[in-house]
């Protein structure tokens, strides 16, 4: 089932706790959100005056969300420490550049000591309006953020470098205005979980980290608040479900469990 609820209010799902949470905050850029894109005018050309997008957030909630709300239901579902090397869990925060200090500095408060941080370079800038005028961005981050031990790794006998390529995903319907590609998240979820691990998302937006846990063969439990990306996430995930079905009847062989998930709360992936 999936449910239209809070991350707040996750103690009455019985939620299991997980290896890995896996976030894209909402990155409190208030009605500058747009800024720089061409979403700002009609068809992109500042001839045709602003779009209904100019000076407008991405969500009415973008800047409710309070972060030492956020690490609290962390440190509740995310697993424990174990004794165990190589076993340890983690949180992976997609972030806006200056939201990383804050995060690195709340999260402390929370026990957790450590981050690593991420870059994602893209090969196109949504700045194109500042194009001729100024250096523009193309790069997106995240933390890995864990307590003490070194979260679990598998990296498959190759280096993973903190500096990674955005591979865009022109497969999926977009839903979310800030959805994630379904290939990056899916590369996480393999680098620091294993098959049947529990995979949590209290922002959940379109469900793309769902979508991402589902066929990496993991368990996905996620929370949206916003109803239109709800119902939007319950159809990609129906839609998921149904294809899951057909590969199972025609491939026995392949045990691949889908756990449909909780949604809520400003979700941005």
Known sequence: MIYRDNFQNFKQYNIPKCQLLLADIPYGLSNKAYASNPC????GDNKNGESKLAGKQFFNNDNEFIISEF???CNRLLK???KEAGKAPCMVVFCEFEQQFELIQEAKKYGFNHYINLVFRKNFSAQVLKANMKIVGNCEYA????RDKLPKFNNYGKMVFNCMDW?????????????KPLNILMNLINIFTDEGDVVIDPCCGSGSSLVAAHRTNRQG????IIKEYYEKANEWLEMEMNQLKLFD???????RQYVLNFEASDGNN
């Open 40 to 43: 700002w005018y009609e068809d």
């Open 80 to 82: 424990p420490e174990p």
């Open 167 to 179: 591979e865009k995903d022109t497969e999926s319907k977009k839903i979310h205005p800030t959805q």
């Open 143 to 146: 933390l890995v953020i864990y």
């Open 249 to 255: 009847y025609k491939k026995p062989q392949r045990n």
């Open 221 to 224: 439990y996620g929370f949206e």
């Open 71 to 73: 690490f609290h239901f």
